[in-house]
């Protein structure tokens, strides 16, 4: 394992004023994606949208890396060259989600473990031939009567530490990837305490694995009330109280953060990442967007030939309002403006 080439890719990950598009949606969640524009899944639709998102014009300027998931890594753009290729051509990280999703836990009801470590050396063998310079794994854990337990946190911070170590032994950065999930009526104070719990867990975890954290990039939750929560925290809230969480765990030898969505709106999760990146901080805080970054291309496109370009367009003010809230130069009345 050479450190200086991990360093320097999960530098490259969270450039400035630049974020990672999240397309590694398995065959399973991009269908629910494309049954919302009554569009069928095949293996040429998923091709076209995921050609779509990765040659809009000018996405080199606010995207850094792209996650894709086994089959995407594989496929090709319409002119022949592979996607890995593609997007390395532009100057943007390939990257693949090695996970195999989050089954339940047996005997704790409610609680998940995140599979995939079995054969994993091998596969990230082969996804490094293929052009991947990093990979993500997912951990969910959820807050609901009872749980999470200690023992579920530890057993999912215990196989990402695991994925992590394997990741840096064949020249991949790992993207660290323990989500509090914002489903349920918690309150914000309750998913900043489950938060804590789970960082403090997972870096002694990636402590005792070895993993060298300089090349690694985090991809956490942002601290924020549950969904159905009737007394939401609001915008600057999240901000203070997501900053405060990450100060507390996380090393200032971590390169960089980049938040997943997990289901806020696009403008939230706009304006929650630009009001963070106001004050100096030890690391780059930046996004690593699935829904927030698709969702509104998504239907700008419709599946519609000849809507191809609209949907990069939409994609694209997406990315670059993103990328200014990377800056914390983002201010909601750009919504209308751009
Ligand atoms: P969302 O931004 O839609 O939560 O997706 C990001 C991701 O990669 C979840 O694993």
């Not at 394992?1 to 598009?21: D, F, Y």
């Not at 319409?78 to 999703?101: E, N, T, W, Y």
């Not at 470590?117 to 052009?131: A, P, S």
């Not at 780059?284 to 291309?297: H, M």
Request: charged share 25%; proline share 5%.
């Amino acid at each position: 394992m050479n450190h200086a080439e991990l360093v320097s890719i999960a530098r490259g990950m969270v450039a400035p004023g630049k974020g990672i598009l999240a397309a590694d949606e398995s065959t399973g969640t991009i269908k629910k994606r494309f049954d919302g524009i009554q569009l069928e899944s095949t293996e040429a639709t998923r091709q076209l949208y995921r050609e779509m998102l990765f040659s809009a014009p000018g996405i080199a300027d606010a995207i850094s890396g792209v996650i894709m998931y086994d089959e995407t890594l594989r496929q090709k753009t319409r002119a022949g060259v592979p996607f890995p290729q593609h997007l390395a051509s532009l100057g943007i990280i390939p990257g693949i989600k090695v996970d195999q999703g989050a089954k339940p836990l047996a005997n704790f009801p409610g609680e998940t473990v995140t599979e995939g470590l079995d054969g994993l050396r091998e596969r990230l063998k082969e996804y490094h031939g293929l052009g991947a310079r990093f990979a993500k794994w997912r951990a969910v854990i959820d807050i609901g009567e009872g749980y999470p337990t200690r023992f579920g946190i530890e057993a999912n911070a215990h196989a990402l530490a695991r994925y992590a170590a394997l990741c840096q032994e064949q020249g991949i950065v790992p993207i660290v990837e323990p989500e509090v999930l914002m489903d349920g009526d918690h309150s914000i104070e309750d998913c900043e305490a489950v938060t804590d719990e789970v960082l403090c867990e997972t870096f002694r975890q990636l402590a005792g694995h070895r993993v060298h954290l300089e090349g690694i990039v985090l991809k956490p939750n942002m601290v924020i009330s549950g969904k159905k929560n009737t007394a939401r925290a609001t915008p600057e809230q999240v901000a203070e109280a997501t900053v405060r969480c990450l100060r507390r765990w996380v090393s200032a030898a971590v390169p960089g953060i980049a938040f997943l969505s997990g289901g806020q709106s696009t403008t939230e999760a706009t304006l929650h990442l630009s009001l963070m990146n106001r004050e100096p901080l030890p690391w780059k805080l930046t996004f690593s967007y699935g829904r927030a970054l698709q969702d509104s291309a998504l239907k700008a496109w419709g599946g519609k030939a000849d809507k191809f370009e609209a949907g990069q367009r939409e994609f694209m003010r997406r990315a670059r309002l993103n990328g200014l809230a990377a800056k914390g130069a983002y201010t909601p009345d750009m919504e209308t403006k751009a």
